[in-house]
């Protein structure tokens, strides 16, 4: 693929931030420089970015996704390498170059006033280049985590999963929105619509979508599809609701086998393409992600996450990723 910008060493120096007899994730995570070094890498998660915002723009939200993937570096990179954090566990890939496309939409964005259609063809080059490297990844035997990026990118994750394991896959998402919408051309709100359209995505549940922001033809074509679950937010902001009971019904509904999806627009308060007064805590997405190594899952996807000028989104999504990696390993240890 030639849209891969590797992880270096060079890269690796420009985020760290070295302390006299403390060791850094950074320090000892493995790199490679070629999809042909995978199968013999001993890491079992693959971390990679794709830097972009092209997706929400074209579903009119908020830009500046394409700032998640280096505040996550900055972040993760420094957190310690100890008992619980293990670097052997997962390497960094890189990133998926999405800087033409970015170049694209910017000059059609000034240029033109009804451009949803031609962002969506730049969607489609970017689905391309996710689908194929997290099919190379799961094919290789190792477990994807994807930093976008809008959330155009989950069709990309849906699809390669499926490819690579021959089969539709599950999906559960943490989200105040579908991302069902109408598949009239590509954008952020509708990677999941398409997924199903198209065969590549089986039982999908939504854990904590919005009253406020479903339509009405969403719930009108889906409520009666018994591969779709809806978990309202609303009906689990009522006092005493039990969350995490409800988080474990949806992944028994997924058969406890699912690709998860985190968008940050779930998150209440977070910096995010359409950030919310109501939703839930990071602390509440860090016990989930901590119930999803039960499962079987099958890749790990955070978007919409809006980092510019907060230093804060980047350590978040560190935790999320340190707790996935940590809580899968000991999950599978227990397994052995």
Not at 165 to 185: E, G, S
Not at 199 to 219: A, C, D, E, R, V
Not at 320 to 335: G, M, Q, W
């Amino acid at each position: 693929m030639k849209n891969i910008k590797f992880f270096n060493d060079s890269i690796r120096r420009g985020f760290l931030n070295f302390r006299a007899g403390e060791r850094k994730l950074g320090e000892r995570l493995k790199t490679i420089s070629s999809l042909e070094e995978l199968q013999e890498s001993p890491a079992t998660y693959v971390i990679f970015g794709v830097p972009e915002d092209v997706g929400v723009r074209a579903n009119h939200g908020k830009p500046g996704a394409n700032s998640a993937w280096n505040s996550f570096l900055s972040s993760f990179l420094n957190i310690q390498a100890n008992q619980y954090n293990n670097p052997d566990n997962c390497l960094i890939l890189g990133h998926l170059d999405c800087s033409s496309m970015m170049t694209e939409a910017n000059r059609l964005i000034r240029e033109a006033t009804k451009v949803g259609d031609k962002l969506g063809i730049l969607v489609q080059l970017i689905d391309d280049m996710v689908f194929k490297l997290v099919r190379k990844i799961i094919e290789s035997g190792k477990i994807p985590i994807i930093i976008g990026g809008g959330h155009n990118n989950a069709y990309g994750n849906i699809k390669g999963t499926s490819l690579a394991l021959q089969k539709p896959i599950n999906v559960l998402n943490i989200d105040a929105h579908t991302d069902l919408r109408r598949t009239d051309y590509r954008h952020s709100g509708n990677g999941f619509s398409y997924a199903k359209s198209q065969g590549y995505l089986n039982k999908y549940s939504m854990f904590g979508i919005h009253k406020n922001y479903t339509p009405q033809y969403i719930f009108d074509q889906y409520e009666a599809d018994e591969d779709i679950r809806f978990c309202i937010w609303e009906d689990l902001i009522v006092k005493d609701s039990p969350k995490n009971e409800e988080f474990k019904k949806q992944a028994e509904f997924l058969k406890n086998e699912f690709g998860l999806e985190i968008d940050c627009d779930a998150i209440q308060f977070f910096p995010s393409s359409a950030i919310t007064s109501s939703g839930f805590t990071v602390d509440e997405i860090r016990n989930f992600i901590k119930l999803s190594a039960s499962n079987k899952v099958h890749y790990l996807h955070i978007c919409e996450a809006i980092a510019q000028g907060n230093p804060v989104v980047g350590k978040t999504i560190s935790y999320f990723v340190s707790d996935f990696i940590r809580e899968n390993t000991i999950a599978s240890l227990k397994n052995l």
